[in-house]
């Protein structure tokens, strides 16, 4: 059984950063597609970075190019979500996610219907 656990959540203010982790138990994350999604009250949840299975090739909502950063280490088999230069519309609950069908090493998945496993969450707040 597949488990990803977010962490690294918190409050911070404009202009602070954060980093996102991401563990996963039961599958290594380097077997396929992941990707981090986040939800905030009141909306759907949407695509905000995604790294192909060869790791060769990211993909970011234009909301955060430039400033959020995604990675992930095979030997601790966790994938990351770096966050610079917060604002506030940044505020949402943020998953990460690990693909199901595997389409290609350079493959990078913006749908939420690429991915059958997701984490439940770690809450970004930041304040003005």
């Known amino acids: 059984q597949v488990q990803l656990d977010e962490s690294g959540g918190g409050l911070v203010q404009a202009g602070d950063s954060l980093r996102l982790s991401c563990i996963a138990s039961?599958?290594?994350?380097?077997?396929?597609?992941v990707g981090w999604f986040r939800q905030a009250p009141g909306k759907e949840r949407e695509f905000v970075a995604g790294?192909?299975?060869?790791?060769?090739?990211?993909d970011y909502a234009n909301s955060v190019k430039g400033r959020f950063t995604i990675s992930r280490d095979n030997a601790k088999n966790t994938v990351y979500l770096q966050m610079n230069s917060l604002k506030p519309e940044d505020t949402a609950i943020y998953y990460c996610?690990?693909?199901?069908?595997?389409?290609?090493?350079?493959?990078?998945?913006?749908?939420?219907?690429?991915?059958?496993?997701w984490g439940q969450g770690t809450q970004v707040t930041v304040s003005s």
């Open positions: 996610a690990l693909a199901g069908i595997f389409r290609s090493t350079a493959w990078v998945a913006r749908s939420v219907n690429e991915y059958p496993y």
């Open positions: 039961g599958r290594t994350l380097s077997s396929n597609a």
């Open positions: 790294l192909s299975w060869s790791g060769g090739q990211r």
